[in-house]
């Protein structure tokens, strides 16, 4: 699996995990939690979550506090380690 097609099942796992939709690939520029997307903090461990379903991985609190997990960029970032390629 190449890292755009991670992203993409990142994505997908984000917004089928939390009812959303994103609209554009702007909206990836900024943190999950910006206003502009409007996540809680919440919502972010419910992806965290998820995506150790999604994936079969487990993240450590040292992958969480390494980068941080509120773009979407550092999270492909923390899945791509973990996932056996």
């Known amino acids: 699996m190449d890292r755009e097609l991670m992203k993409q099942r ?7 995990s939390l009812g959303i939709e994103f609209v554009k690939d702007t909206d990836f520029k900024y943190s999950l939690l910006d206003p502009r997307i409007g996540l809680q903090p919440r ?6 979550f998820e995506l150790e379903k999604a994936f079969r991985i487990k993240f ?8 941080r997990f509120d773009e979407l960029d550092n999270i492909v970032e923390a899945v791509w380690e973990k996932v056996d390629k």
């Open 60 to 67: 450590t609190e040292a992958d969480i506090l390494k980068r």
């Open 10 to 16: 990142v994505i997908a796992v984000i917004q089928t």
């Open 43 to 48: 919502d972010l461990l419910v992806v965290f």
